[in-house]
């Protein structure tokens, strides 16, 4: 039963990501593909380092760690967008024929607002698949306690805050990126 439930969740996780690498492309072009990927590496780079110290070592305990952020992080990227989409900018026609793309300020609090929403969204998905899931493949090693799923939500706390703060210092220092 939990070797299906990990083909199943690979499996989905596989057609997940290409079915949204496919819509980043035909949404951005190839320009916001290579920052969404690379985002995704920190975030699934990040978030995995942070399993080992918290007990999940065993392969079925990271494959749906990282499967989990691989779906997380592509609804994040999406909300962000939605965001631009709606308070972003556009684009006109002038009378010389060409396009000219113009922004809307709404003001950095109200992104900040909109991303720690969805932040908050994104947590709680990986919180409750996590509390779910993980304790499920526990190493039963006498003298030390089991992974509980109180371990799982306090795991997805702190990965979610560590990697939110990882993205943002290479936000300021490669801009590109995000």
């Known amino acids: 039963m939990k070797k299906r439930l990990l083909a199943?969740?690979?499996?989905?996780?596989?057609?997940?990501?290409?079915?949204?690498?496919?819509?980043?492309?035909?949404?951005?072009?190839?320009g916001e593909l290579t920052p969404f990927i690379l985002q995704l590496m920190m975030t699934v780079t990040v978030e995995f380092l942070l399993a080992l110290p918290f007990g999940y070592r065993r392969p079925q305990q990271l494959a749906i760690i990282?499967?989990?952020?691989?779906?997380?992080?592509?609804?994040?990227?999406?909300?962000l967008d939605l965001y631009r989409s709606i308070y972003g900018g556009g684009c006109i026609l002038v009378p010389n024929g060409h396009l000219r793309y113009f922004?809307?300020?709404?003001?950095?609090?109200?992104?900040?607002?909109?991303?720690?929403?969805?932040?908050?969204?994104i947590f709680a998905i990986e919180a409750s698949v996590f509390a779910l899931t993980l304790h499920n493949y526990a190493n039963e090693v006498p003298g030390k306690n089991p992974p509980t799923r109180a371990r799982s939500v306090i795991y997805a706390l702190?990965?979610?805050?560590?990697?939110?703060?990882?993205?943002?210092?290479?936000?300021s220092l490669i801009p590109w990126i995000f």
């Open 8 to 30: 199943v969740l690979l499996c989905v996780t596989a057609a997940g990501l290409l079915v949204m690498a496919g819509g980043a492309k035909r949404a951005y072009g190839r």
């Open 66 to 79: 990282v499967s989990v952020n691989y779906g997380t992080q592509t609804v994040l990227h999406r909300l």
């Open 103 to 121: 922004h809307f300020y709404v003001g950095d609090w109200d992104f900040v607002l909109w991303y720690l929403t969805a932040e908050l969204f």
């Open 158 to 171: 702190v990965a979610n805050a560590a990697s939110l703060a990882v993205g943002m210092l290479i936000a």
